[in-house]
């Protein structure tokens, strides 16, 4: 069992070193987005199937509320919360638009559309991609594996280079906190952690 624990440690570090040595100057271009689009009125929407959904939902709950700074509010949704809009969606449409129908009802120009998928092929959220590049959205992917089909259709991508499932999305919420780190820096310099 200690032998067990050693090797899931260790492999948590690799991947979180290979971030460190691939997606810095991503991680930071995908910041520098999300300031400008918060400053700028605009807001971010998130969405992730499974394990996915909690980080989506976890990232909107940093940006409402707050990460470490004592600030106002700023506006994210998850797209993946609402078990009303998603079972009548689901049930009225299919599960591959659960999303995408989200984004047509509120998502606006300049907004930025982030999905979270670590095969990198969830249909829902390429389609929910699509359709927001099409509305003059910025989309952003957190993914995992080779990027998958959703790699190619997006603004930027941060491709977790993993192809264990648990690794990945370890990757995607430690991304998740140093973007929230970011914004928060970005947007409110004199302001002091709490």
Do not use: W
């Amino acid at each position: 069992m200690l032998d067990e624990i050693h090797s899931q440690l260790k492999q948590h570090h690799e991947v979180i070193q290979a971030i460190e040595c691939t997606l810095v100057p991503r991680i930071c271009e995908v910041a520098e987005v999300l300031v400008d689009a918060l400053r700028g009125g605009n807001k971010l929407l998130l969405m992730g199937n499974g394990g996915s959904a909690a980080d989506a939902q976890h990232f909107a709950a940093e940006i409402v509320g707050r990460f470490r700074m004592e600030r106002r509010g700023l506006p994210a949704i998850s797209l993946s919360t609402d078990t009303s809009i998603l079972t009548a969606i689901g049930n009225d449409y299919g599960f591959e638009v659960i999303f995408s129908r989200q984004v047509e009802a509120l998502a606006e120009e300049g907004d930025v559309v982030i999905g979270l998928s670590t095969s990198g092929s969830s249909e829902n959220v390429f389609t929910a991609l699509s359709l927001a590049h099409e509305m003059g959205c910025r989309t952003i992917a957190l993914l995992g594996r080779d990027g998958g089909s959703i790699k190619n259709i997006v603004d930027i991508d941060l491709t977790v280079p993993s192809q264990d499932t648990p690794r990945i999305q370890e990757g995607h919420i430690t991304i998740i906190h140093v973007l929230c780190d970011l914004i928060e820096k970005g947007l409110f310099p004199t302001q002091r952690s709490v």
